[in-house]
């Protein structure tokens, strides 16, 4: 099988829906998704078939925002996430778009260093994407893509239990797992033509209330973008993202009556980040990596909570992204038999 490259990495930035380690700065969760998952994804659709990808990522950071005055030293975060997922693409078409659909399930291990001192490690929760549309514009090189990706409330909870610091379940090893679920409507838009992968998706999360303490997480923005140029079996080129909560988290009668409060955490964040991309074509697989530094996080509490504490409490994860992905196409449907030429 020879596939070119920028097919495979269409298949491959799909995934990666894998936890961003912002666990300090909200009630227990932040954003379900990494941000940058995008990054050298399209809305181009590979030739049909089945594909797989695997994905490993490493973030190094620390808690940044105006709630660091108080702890009086930088508190490292890290989080290491390995992905597998499939890429469906039957062939079909519907008002005028190919369809595929997707599922990833993630593994993560994640730590906060002191004064916090927690670590965390197991199955995340589920991702699906049950219907993409991508629409290719014409001949010129444009197409758009559209879907709706949901996270299922399946991941590791050892310790559901609740607590006074998280408003998901006690923060520890073993509670990688959110009790509730997520929907991520997305769109991409893309300008695919000789060579060039110049793509822009926004996607946001909207998040059910926990099952376990009745928190509800607000909604959570993302924008990736790529400028990439093939040449060749090589792909290279500048990349950017941005996430940031865009709702206020909610907090009822009930969840208060948990010991929950909204208080404390970032009710408003927006970090950017900026970096490259370099990928290579083997022929039966590809392989791309890109690496962002996180330029800007700022983060506030609710005007409330600053009014009567005196001083903003929030925190925000700031730091550098590696992130790799192999992809490759593990079943294609068999060609048509030709008809054997006969000569006397």
Known sequence: MNMNNKALLAAAGIAAFAFSPAYANEAGFGSMTKAGSFIGASAGVPPPGIYMFNQVFTYQGNLAGPGTSSL???VGTHADVDVQGFLFVPGWTFLGATYDA?????????????PINVATSGMFNTYIVPVELSWKLGTSGFAIKTGLGIYTPDGTINNGTGGASTGAVAFGHGNVGNPFWTFQPEVIVSYLANGWNLSAAVYEEFNTASTISHYTSGDILHADFTATKTIGKWTFGPVAYYFGQVTDDSCPVSCVALGQSIGTHAQRYDVWAVGALLGYDFGPAA?????????????????????ALGTDPSLVPQGTTVFATLSYRIWAPEEPMKPAMYHK
């Open 72 to 74: 009086g030293t930088h």
């Open 287 to 307: 392989v791309s990596i890109w690496a962002t530094q996180e330029v800007s996080a700022k983060s506030s509490a609710a005007a409330a909570t600053v009014a």
């Open 102 to 114: 997707v599922i990833v399930q993630p593994f993560v291990d994640a730590s906060f260093g002191t």
